[in-house]
Structures are given as structure tokens and as C-alpha cells.
């Protein structure tokens, strides 16, 4: 690998070894949505969920340490519409975002 100049160099360090900063190598994310079988005259009950991944990600600064990385981590979400409330054109909407409380 050919040398870095010294003048992109922070701190004067070759950082050209280290991965990307906050780049995961995966993410990916799933969701599904359905509509309750309700009479047409109280509007339309949706309910649905969604499930995200990302895989850890290099935190560190200036060398690959045991803390360097933020380990990979999913999340859970519910939600849940009501929309065109008993024949009106008012919509309602309940969601949380992480549901399983991940740090």
C-alpha cells in the first residue's frame, strides 16, 4: 500500500490500516403490516411490527483496542393505526421504537 503524505496524516499517525469509522460490514431490516378484519364503518385498524440489525461498528480513534468497536445490536418496533375513526377523517397512531429497552 502505497504511503500516506504526513500532511493528511492526523496526529502524524499512518490510520490507513483501520476500518471505517461507524460503518457496519451488515444491516438490514424486516417489517409486515396488517389490517384487522373490522366493519368498514369504525374506519381501518392496522397493526404491524419492524425488526432492524446492524452489525458492530469500529468506534475507536487511532488504534483497534478491545473498545474500539460498539457491538452489533437489533431492535424491535410496534405500531399500531387507526385511520378514518368511525367514518370521520381524524387518524390515530401508537408506535414504540424499541420495544426489548436495548443500550
Given at each position: ?9 492526523p496526529?502524524?499517525?499512518?490510520l490507513?490500516?483501520l ?34 440489525y ?9 488504534a ?10 437489533g ?10 375513526i ?18
Amino acid at each position: 500500500m502505497p504511503s500516506i503524505p504526513a500532511i493528511s496524516q492526523p496526529l502524524g499517525q499512518d490510520l490507513s490500516h483501520l476500518p471505517y469509522a461507524y460503518a457496519p460490514k451488515n444491516k438490514a431490516s424486516a417489517s409486515a403490516r396488517a389490517r384487522l378484519p373490522l366493519p368498514a364503518s369504525i374506519g381501518e385498524v392496522w397493526r404491524g411490527g419492524n425488526f432492524s440489525y446492524q452489525d458492530r461498528v469500529f468506534a475507536g480513534f487511532s488504534a483497534v483496542t478491545p473498545g474500539s468497536y460498539v457491538p452489533s445490536y437489533g431492535l424491535l418496533g410496534l405500531r399500531a393505526d387507526w385511520e378514518r375513526i368511525n367514518g370521520s377523517g381524524l387518524s390515530a397512531s401508537v408506535f414504540v421504537t424499541n420495544l426489548a429497552d436495548k443500550v
